[in-house]
């Protein structure tokens, strides 16, 4: 990446500035602190890849403005670029990219802020953390790399050197290979449990023949008892058939017995209603003489109804004649006061005729005006008519058109919704990763304790043990003390004898033997001093581990949740990769929908058919706004044809008006004369006077109708009597006849009765020669019940016999398969140990370190050479042996970096803090060079933000030469200084400047 132009607006500090690096190939960046020189870089560094030192975007726009916006220009790849990136300030950034051709710049920016940042990274082949680590040595981090510890050098290689990546390999590889570790317990406990099972075949068969044998043994004598029950069910059949004759023959004689009774009580019932229809009879006379008052009494009644009935219709009739005379006076009246009124309005009427007629030219004139413009009118409907149907297509073309852009634009907005949603895998990836690796070295922490716990655990066995053993000596001493202190009283009793040989002890030999058990006191004493010296010291180097224990068993308690965390991590981390892949789904279907939206190639025949139909309607040449005019205009003039049918209904109204006024006039007079005959001359008038004459005539008594009626009530019981004298006479031979035929009935049921009791009789004799045989068969069919219990539970014994043996062919052919699977996962599980391995630390990793050294030696040496005229030199050492045993050497992995100069080897803390700039400075430039050529990409822009303040002049000098020196190397190197007389050592300034309207920029070469 080569610089060609840098524009500016409102980053950092500054507001509006361009730096055109035509021409410049090593400049340096000079100012005051503050004053925006490293800014002018992470503008670069904003503009590609979007981050730079602030916390946020937003804090990267300047102070009270409101967008920031950077335009850099650059060759990359042999091509010119050119890279825009803006944002205003609580929204999102925008991205564009550019390459010239021979016409100009081309855009290459895609549908969205990600798609075009990967576009740019593509044609780059160089991300931000190699930018930063490799073109860019940024500010306060010269000596980084040299004050890490070996092992933390070692790890910022590796990251340097992306070897993370192999990791995740190895983890995942370590993953598997537990999975596959568990697979295959499991599977061994199958196996086993299968192998159990698979040991029970010989018992399953011969318990299947025993079975075998018991059940057809069951079956033939179940047989033998089924035809000896069908015997005996046959006699007890035969049995209960008589007993069923003997019933029916005895239910036969009880149903006559009760019938005759039945009968007897209705013969008795029939004689005494005999009896009271003679009493009756015997009433005859009486009953004829109380009739026939109650018939003269009745027609009385009738007489005095009659006449009431009369009264009354005659006073009614009286009551409707008047009604009707006064309502015919009503009619006449009202009838002639609506002459009158109808009078008064023909007059009215007549009045307003005569004013609509006048307008009769005015009428004539607005008539031919309303027909011309009907004419028109019907010419614009029969093309309006031609019209609307194509109209009507072209608006459901349309609504068709616009529904496949909705759903173009929905789809869109869906998918922009995923990606929303969805977030950014590659942020999210970015930071399970790290928590993965976080949680790894955790982990490979505590799996360090753990061995370290082991250790401890078996060095306080191993102590325990002396314990013991010391416990067993001190026993063991204080049991010879004892000894000794015995025998020593023995010694001090008059006349002791020796304890060996129980010889008498003259003083001499006294003297000896007291010594001797005196000499061996002390040792043994001494020795038990030891071995409680060695106790108390064993019993405190205990307590000691078991605390160390304890502490760590207290550091392990989060191991088993730090693995499942890390479990959780892998997952989630899968599943961003999976969101990645459907980002990317979803990123190449909204660049197809938008670009089927700008170019509009989607609903191809709706658009076809759209365009003819617009090309007919434009032919017509029809207007609706004409139409509407012309039916505007038959709307206005449509009052001459409404006046017109005014003025003829006027001249018709008028002509019935002067043909109805005589009719009037005459009527009037009519009425007049109609009411006055009616009161006077009229046959309601008559009628009213004969009814008023004939209720003068009528005799009627109301006092007198009244006590018939009583009387005629208290004679209603003889019509009672009456008729039951004549339902006697008629119900007497039939009661007389309806006896006679009970008793012959009651004797006839009496020999039936007879005839039952003799034929049950006979029954009774067959039933007591016939044993009964229901206890027999109730107890053969017990038996053969209990023996179909039997023979069902050995049926479903046989049966489970039969399947378990069918099982057990099934579970041989599982044995053999889980065999085969476990040959399977055993191979899977060296293979992920090997990768695990291979993938680890010391493996790929440890080899692709070793590989990448000794160039990064030789980079950094030459380099050094340069800065110190020969006088560093630099060696990286990857083992050395440990600090152990001095009979066994162990040699360990590291990352030591061996400085030496004219004095010797020495440490780099030592070095004065030029030296060591330029030791750091040479190691980064290598390390620059190292990565930019891994990343595919020539390292030709070198930008130096730090260091120079550590130099002296000699130093700053050979800083320069060096840069000079190495300038070849790179189409472009940059270096910032805030030193005023170093600036003169550069060819080419930039000079910033801090202004009250932001930062300044001059070029001076």
């Known amino acids: ?108 920016t895609a549908k969205g802020l990600r798609a075009t940042q990967q576009k740019l990274l593509d044609h780059l082949k160089l991300d931000y953390d190699t930018f930063i680590n490799s073109a860019y040595l940024r500010q306060g981090r010269a000596d980084e790399f040299m004050l890490r510890s070996p092992s933390e050098r070692k790890q910022i290689l590796a990251d340097l050197l992306k070897l993370d990546l192999y990791d995740e390999l190895s983890k995942k590889a370590n993953s598997m290979a537990n999975q596959t570790t568990g697979q295959e317990k499991l599977l061994l406990q199958n196996l086993e449990t299968l192998k159990e099972q698979l040991q029970q075949e010989s018992e399953i068969a011969t318990e299947l023949a025993r079975t075998q044998t018991h059940l057809d043994e069951l079956q033939q004598v179940q047989e033998g008892d089924r035809a000896t029950l069908t015997q005996l069910q046959a006699q007890q059949n035969q049995r209960q058939g008589w007993q069923q004759q003997l019933d029916w023959y005895r239910q036969q004689g009880e149903n006559r017995q009760r019938e005759s009774q039945r009968q007897q009580q209705e013969l008795t019932d029939a004689r005494q209603r005999q009896q009271e229809l003679s009493q009756l009879l015997e009433q005859e006379t009486e009953i004829d003489c109380g009739y026939a008052q109650f018939q003269q009494l009745q027609g009385q009644e009738e007489v005095f109804s009659q006449k009431f009935n009369a009264l009354q219709d ?22 002639q006061q609506g002459t009158i009124a109808e009078l008064e309005a023909l007059d009215r009427q007549a009045g307003d005729l005569a004013r609509i007629l006048a307008q009769s030219a005015q009428v004539e004139a607005g008539l031919k005006e309303l027909q011309t413009a009907r004419d028109r009118l019907q010419t614009l409907d029969r093309l309006q008519a031609e019209v609307a149907p194509l109209m009507q297509r072209r608006l459901q073309l349309q609504g068709e058109l616009d529904r496949a852009t909705a759903r173009l634009n929905a789809r869109l907005e869906q998918i922009q919704a995923q990606q929303i949603a969805l977030g950014n895998p590659d942020t999210q990836t970015a930071q399970l990763q790290s928590a993965l690796a976080e949680l790894g070295e955790q982990i490979s922490e505590l799996e360090k304790k753990q061995v370290h716990q082991q250790r401890v655990r078996e060095k306080g066995l191993e102590r325990r043990s002396f314990l013991d053993r010391l416990k067993a000596h001190q026993r063991d001493y204080e049991a010879n003390i004892e000894e000794f202190d015995r025998k020593i009283k023995m010694l001090q009793v008059p006349d002791a004898q020796c304890p060996l040989c129980d010889r008498p002890l003259d003083e001499h030999h006294w003297d000896l033997v007291a010594q001797k058990h005196q000499e061996q006191h002390r040792d043994i004493m001494g020795q038990l001093w030891v071995v409680k010296e060695q106790l108390a010291v064993s019993e405190l180097e205990i307590q000691v581990l078991r605390q160390e224990y304890g502490q760590l068993s207290h550091e392990l308690a989060g191991y088993d949740a730090l693995r499942e965390r890390r479990g959780q991590l892998q997952a989630q981390l899968d599943a961003s990769d999976r969101d990645r892949s459907t980002l990317e789904g979803l990123a190449a279907e909204q660049i197809e929908i938008e670009r089927s939206l700008e170019v509009g190639d989607y609903a191809v025949e709706v658009r076809s058919e759209l365009e003819e139909l617009n090309r007919t309607v434009d032919r017509l040449d029809y207007d609706e706004k004409n139409h509407a005019l012309a039916r505007g205009a038959v709307d206005r003039l449509r009052w001459a044809q409404i006046k017109d049918a005014e003025l003829r209904s006027a001249k018709t109204q008028q002509a019935k008006i002067d043909e109805r006024r005589p009719e009037l006039v005459a009527h009037s007079r009519y009425l007049e004369q109609q009411l006055d005959r009616l009161h006077a001359e009229s046959e309601l008038a008559r009628q009213r006077a004969d009814l008023e004459r004939y209720i003068a005539n009528l005799d009627y008594n109301l006092t007198e109708h009244s006590q018939v009626r009583g009387a005629l009530r208290e004679a209603q019981v003889w019509v009672r009597k009456a008729e039951e004298l004549r339902g006697a006479k008629q119900e007497s ?164 970096i061996l400085i030496a100069d004219a004095r010797g080897t020495r440490p780099y803390e030592t070095y004065s803090g030029g030296e060591a700039f330029r030791i750091n400075f040479a190691i980064r430039l290598a390390l620059a060079k190292l990565l930019a050529g891994r990343s595919g990409t020539a390292l030709q822009l070198l930008i130096i933000d730090e260091g120079f303040g550590t130099q002296d002049d000699r130093g700053c000098e050979r800083l320069v030469a060096a840069i000079n020196a190495i300038s070849s190397d790179f189409a472009c190197i940059l270096a910032v200084t805030h030193i005023p007389h170093l600036k003169e050592a550069f060819q080419a300034r930039i000079e910033v400047q801090k202004m009250e309207n932001g930062s300044q920029l001059h070029l001076s070469i």
Request: one cysteine or more; hydrophobic letters at 30%.
């Open 1 to 108: 990446m080569i610089p060609h132009q840098l524009q500016l607006k409102n980053f950092f500090s500054y507001r509006e500035a361009t730096l055109d690096f035509t021409g410049l190939h090593t400049a340096c960046i000079c100012g005051a602190n503050g004053a925006g020189k490293s800014s002018l870089l992470e503008a670069i560094a904003w503009s590609i890849w979007g981050k730079s030192r602030a916390a946020s975007e937003d804090d990267a726009i300047h102070i009270g403005e409101k967008e920031v916006r950077v335009d850099f220009t650059f060759q990359s790849q042999g091509q010119i670029c050119r890279v825009i990136r803006s944002r205003r300030r609580g929204q999102s950034s925008s991205l564009e990219f550019q390459v010239e051709t021979p016409t100009g710049f081309r855009s290459l």
């Open 314 to 335: 005659a006073r009614t009739h009286l009551e409707g004649v008047r009604e009707q005379l006064t309502q015919q006076a009503n009619d006449y009246q009202q009838q």
């Open 733 to 896: 031979p039939r009661v007389q006849q309806r006896i006679g035929g009970l008793m012959e009935s009651v004797q006839q049921y009496d020999r039936d009765a007879e005839t039952a009791r003799s034929q049950m009789a006979a029954m009774r004799t067959q039933l007591e020669r016939t044993p009964d045989r229901i206890v027999d068969i109730q107890t053969l069919e017990g038996k053969i019940q209990q023996r179909r219990r039997e023979l069902d539970g050995a049926i479903a014994e046989y049966g489970r016999l039969q399947q378990q043996q069918q099982q057990l062919e099934t579970l041989q052919t599982e044995y053999e398969q889980r065999q085969r699977q476990l040959q399977a996962i055993r191979r899977q599980s060296r293979v992920y140990r090997e990768l695990s391995q291979a993938f680890g630390k010391n493996g790929i990793q440890a080899l692709t370190i070793e590989n990448v050294l000794p160039e990064l030696e030789g980079e950094t040496n030459r380099i050094l050479s340069r800065l110190s005229a020969n006088q560093l030199h630099v060696r990286f050492v990857t083992q050395r042996a440990s600090k152990g045993s001095k009979k066994k050497t162990k040699l360990i992995d590291t990352l030591d």
